[in-house]
Every structure is written in C-alpha cells, then in structure tokens.
C-alpha cells in the first residue's frame, strides 16, 4: 500500500455492489463510475461493502477502521484490500485535500471528476493558488466570475467601471433587476462570493484608460480573460500591448450576433497576439476593405455598446462556460489548453462548431521581435 494513504477516501461518485458467491465461493465487488469501473473476485466482500466501505470517508485513519473491522479483517488483509484500490486511482488520500468538509460536499462534482482524471495531480490546489482577472463584466464577464469561483480558483478579480444596466441582467439573469443602477464590480463581487464564500474576490471599479491603468489592474494574476464588448477594442488593444510586455496569459471571447467565439487565447512569445488575430480576421472578411473601416470605427469608440447589440442570453453563457473551462486547463494542467492560438466559434442558429487555428501575422506592429530570424513562427 502507498505509505501516503493515511485517511482513505472513496470519492462519492462511485457506485458499489457485491455480487453473492457463485459455486466456487468466490465473490465480486464491483466499482463503477461514468468513466471508471473496477471488478474485484474474492471472498468476504458482502462484509467489506457493509462495514468498511461506509468508513471510506476521509474522516477515519487507516489504525481507526482497523481497528472498528478487527473482528472480521486481519490488519494485513485490510491494508492490502485498500492498498488495491489506492493503486487503482479508486481510493485516494484524504489528508492531501486542502479544502474543509463543508466546501468539499459544496464542490463534490469537481473533486471527484479531478479524482477521476488525474488522482496524482493536485489539481484543486492549483486553483486555489491561482488569480484570474476577469475584465469586463457584461456579456460573458458576469457568468465566468462566477463560474471561476464556483470551481475554487482562489482570488478573482472583477473588473469593470460602469453599472448595471438592465441589458446586462438579460445576458446574465442571475444579477437580478434590483442590481440596475449599482457598480457592476461591485454586484458581480456580492454574487460570487455568496456563491463561494472562501475564495477572494477583489471588485474592481476605477476607470481604465491607459496601459498603466491596465498594467496595475492586472499586475500579479495568473491569466487575465478579456470579456469586453468589440467597442472597448482600443482598450483590448492596449491589454494586448501590456501582456505582451509583461508576458501575462490571457484569453477573450465575443458575441458575435447568433454567432458565439471563444479565444484565442494567447502565451506572449509562443504563437499570434490579438493584432495578428484581428488582422488575420479582417483579411479572410468578404470585404476586408470594409471590415478594416469596421474594425477602425470600433477602434475610436472608446465606450461600452454591449446594451445595444444583437446577442443571446444562450450564447453569454455557453462563452463564459467555453472561456472558464480553458482557463481552469491553464492553471491546474488538467489537459492541454485548446485554445492557445485558435478559436472556437460556434454558430447557435444551426450549431455548426468550428475550431480555427490563427496564424501569427508577419511584421506585426505588437509583436514582432526585430531580432527575430523568421516572423512568422
Ligand atoms: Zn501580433
């Protein structure tokens, strides 16, 4: 048995049953969940499935249930029973999870999938050490904050100048008529934490002008995720500038009338920033002529339009979901990210999903490097 296993655990989303003994005595017990599904043969499992397995709760040390199935498991069968299953994945440590028994039962879902994907990877904890900036909180913002905190990430940031409007209670229904009017960092903050009251959150509603005011907003995160609406491009533009100066991670998203688009997400110095991406898009348009007048009017903006575009409430939170789940992939390593240098688009009319790689553009005023060999690596 691995030395580590202190205080078993059998994660709740396991389904156990024995069958009786066939003609040879042999019994078998069975552990089944969505994704895994494990058969033992032996002999005094109708006692094990009564009376060990309900002490499988990471509540009891190994001595402890031990001790209370004495009279029916010598120690070293017991051990060996549960040495099996900790080198199947199926029953793990209980002492290395970090979080408290009333959080654990709120985020069982989650803790027993990372169980089920990856039972050596401390996947929880690199959420609770991560900060994730959340810029933007119409649209897709409202539902990523709240989506990141529900998953445990351990501070979030929720960053945004302007107040609710009612516009921003269609796209994100959970903000509620009452909060029209009030700070939208400041009601995004109240909700998420009622959703998750260990995690940090950190409202954020100064007036972002400049780079500098970029730069200190996101100053210490992991990843920033940029929910803007298209009419703050100039400041989309100017995040991209500072996280290609400060290497910061980032990811957007858009509502693009029935159309939702989740990424690029972007790694300053491996693959296209978010100039080469809206070049890249303004070159593939039917017109890029007018596409270029588009993306320039956009450009002088400088203000947020998202009450007055044609989206749906469907298409706010399947980008949030898209953009939430990339991110968690960046911070724990669960998988490798999908979206770093590609975009998801997926069109909710007839639900046509499309995944499009983005090049990086050559001599792009962001991001090229002069001392570079080749540009378009
Ligand atoms: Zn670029």
Redesign the pocket.
């Known amino acids: 048995m691995p030395i580590s296993l202190q205080n078993p655990l059998l994660p709740t989303h396991y389904s156990v049953w024995f069958d009786p003994p066939d003609e040879k005595g042999d019994e078998v017990l069975h552990f089944v969940s969505e994704r895994r599904s494990l058969k033992l043969k032996g002999r005094s499992f109708r006692e094990f499935h009564q009376r060990v397995i309900p002490l499988l709760n990471g509540r009891h040390s190994i001595e402890e249930i031990e001790t209370a199935t004495a009279d029916l498991f010598p120690g070293d069968e017991l051990r060996a029973a549960l040495g099996v299953l900790a080198d199947q994945g199926i029953v793990v440590e209980a002492s290395t999870h970090t979080v408290s028994s009333e959080i654990a039962e709120r985020m069982a879902p989650q803790l027993n999938l990372f169980n089920d994907l990856a039972p050596d990877l401390p996947l929880q904890k690199s959420l609770e050490t991560a900060t994730v900036a959340v810029l933007g909180l119409s649209g897709a913002g409202p539902a990523l904050a709240l989506s990141l905190a529900a998953a445990g990430v351990g501070t979030i940031r929720c960053i945004d100048s302007l107040n609710v409007a009612p516009s921003d209670v269609y796209l994100a229904p959970f903000t509620g008529m009452p909060a029209v009017g009030a700070s939208r960092a400041a009601t995004i903050s109240e909700l998420s934490k009622r959703a998750a009251p260990q995690v940090q959150i950190v409202a954020e509603d100064r007036k972002l002008e400049s780079e500098d005011d970029l730069r200190a907003v996101i100053e210490g995160a992991d990843i920033v995720a940029c929910c803007l609406d298209a009419s703050q491009s100039n400041l989309i533009y100017k995040l ?1 500038r500072v996280c ?1 100066a400060t290497g910061m991670r980032w990811i957007t998203c858009s509502l693009a009338g029935a159309e939702i688009i989740a990424g690029p997400a972007m790694h300053p110095g491996k693959g ?6 809206r ?1 890249r898009t303004v070159a593939c348009a039917g017109n890029p002529d007018d596409a270029f007048a588009y993306e320039r009017f956009l450009d002088r903006r400088k203000q947020d339009d998202s009450s007055r575009r044609e989206n749906l409430v469907f298409g706010a939170g399947l980008a949030a979901n898209f953009v939430g789940m990339e991110i968690v992939k960046e911070l724990t390593g669960l998988a490798e990210p999908s979206l770093v240098g590609r975009i998801l688009s997926v069109r909710l009319t007839d639900l046509t999903v499309d995944k499009h790689f983005v090049l ?2 050559p001599w ?5 490097n002069p001392s570079e060999t080749s540009p378009d690596k």
Do not use: I
């Open positions: 991209n290609l296209p920033c978010y100039l080469c991406y070049m990086r553009k792009c005023p962001a991001c090229f």
